[in-house]
């Protein structure tokens, strides 16, 4: 995931990994923002995420990764969406325009 100039939604992973997606876009995360995750949602839900689908509270901590909101360091604000194609990356500032209402299908 590139940060520098993150406008518009970035897709952590693609949905050909089916229900490990959400798994594997965390794994994926830079350090920092897993720690961000981790102080937000607790650690015990990033182990539930960190297990995988197979888990019985897997999708309840999946779902509290998706509201938590995550600052670059750049300081870009973004939350964690599952959407049609995977999951992405959105930033705040994307999701006040026409775009991301076209682009979620809201």
Request: aromatic fraction near 12%; charge should be negative.
């Amino acid at each position: 995931m590139t940060m520098s100039k993150f406008t518009e939604p970035e897709l952590l992973a693609d949905d050909n990994h089916g229900v490990y997606c959400s798994q594997l876009a965390y794994k994926d995360l830079l350090p920092y923002l897993k720690q961000q995750i981790k102080d937000k949602i607790g650690e015990e839900s990033v182990k539930v995420i960190e297990e995988g689908p197979d888990c019985e509270w897997h999708w309840d901590a999946v779902n509290d990764m998706e509201g938590v909101e995550l600052t670059t360091e750049e300081g870009v604000k973004f939350y964690i969406q599952s959407m049609e194609g995977g999951v992405w990356a959105v930033p705040v500032s994307y999701m006040d325009t026409e775009e991301y209402e076209q682009w979620c299908g809201c």
